[in-house]
């Protein structure tokens, strides 16, 4: 973490035996720091049912506070958490789950036959106040993304392999497509079983892989990924080589596509600057190709997005013009 002028604040290194991972970081309202992942107990390719979920707490100067994990009886592993003011400093974090017994709050042991997405929100203390499990009914889903919607609510994306991924009433898509394909969720932690509020597919002709999502506060959600489909919903028809990343808009209560623009091979992380309730500014990351064979032919970007309506106007031209041309502006 560092200060101003790039220096060095402090460097931590967490873990045990085993192997850890790091996924998702945070800050509360007291600034101090959250980080959620995954751990390993030994080889995690030879024995994948050890990973469990890991969160930890560090204060502002570095030191450890807490521990917390959670696990099935299968591998268990956290893509993305959300802390902070607009949550109540109630920590949110998302990814997959792939074994029994994974600690829910609606008072069920889900068994899974796949890989299923869950959701957990923490007090500051530790102290649960949801968990549950939906999807991964005949194929592996996952969470890889979540934004705040208030303290209480907030929205999940991720990927779908299963072909009962639960949508609502409503929705943009229902039906699943071939392939992989994408994910949003309006979850509503009110109650101890937690619900579904508004839940929509997102793909088409290939696979869809979600990486991020923000949330303008009533005014849309977006959600960044990378498609190989020729045909994403809200987009120009292209022919990814041998994916396209994409941002879309969509509604809030998830209806709706308002529009989808596409960048680069991937878009991976995004970031919005409130400057009018109607229309924020964008800020995406990702990756594109330059040409290259390999990876080392590819290059990071940052590129800014605007909703602002764009202004016309008509400028006067010669009545006539005498020759093999002429402008038009």
Request: net charge negative.
């Amino acid at each position: 973490i560092e200060s101003k002028g790039g220096l060095h604040d402090y460097g931590v290194i967490l873990g045990v035996e085993g192997s850890d991972f790091g996924n998702a970081i945070g800050l509360d309202s007291s600034h101090h720091v959250w980080i959620a992942g995954g751990i390993y107990s030994g080889d995690q390719f030879k024995n994948p049912k050890s990973g469990d979920i890991r969160i930890q707490e560090l204060d502002q100067q570095g030191r450890f506070l807490s521990n917390y994990q959670f696990g099935s009886d299968g591998e268990d592993y956290a893509n993305a958490l959300a802390i902070g003011p607009a949550t109540g400093d109630h920590l949110w974090v998302t990814g997959k789950t792939c074994g029994n017994g994974f600690p829910t709050t609606d008072g069920l042991i889900h068994r899974m036959s796949h890989c299923g997405v869950f959701v957990l929100v923490l007090e500051d203390s530790g102290v649960q106040d949801l968990g549950m499990v939906f999807g991964g009914a005949d194929g592996d889903d996952f969470g890889t993304a979540i934004a705040s919607n208030g303290p209480g609510d907030a929205y999940i994306a991720g990927s779908v392999n299963s072909t009962s991924f639960p949508t609502t009433q409503g929705a943009f898509q229902t039906v699943k497509t071939p392939g992989q394909q994408g994910f949003v969720a309006q979850v509503d932690a009110s109650s101890p079983k937690g619900l579904l509020v508004h839940s929509t597919l997102f793909g088409a002709d290939g696979t869809t892989q979600p990486y991020g999502l923000a949330n303008n506060d009533g005014s849309g959600v977006y959600l960044t990924g990378s498609t190989s489909s020729g045909h994403l919903p809200g987009g120009p028809v292209l022919t990814p080589n041998p994916t396209a990343g994409f941002v879309t808009k969509f509604s809030v209560d998830l209806s709706q596509v308002r529009y989808t623009q596409l960048l680069g091979l991937a878009v991976n992380g995004i970031a919005l600057r409130k400057t009018t309730a109607n229309s924020p500014e964008i800020y995406t990351t990702g990756y594109r190709y330059n040409g290259g064979h390999d990876f080392a032919h590819e290059d990071v970007f940052v590129v800014k997005l605007e909703e602002s309506t764009p202004t016309s106007k008509i400028v006067d031209l010669p009545q006539q013009v005498n020759g093999p041309s002429f402008t038009v502006s």
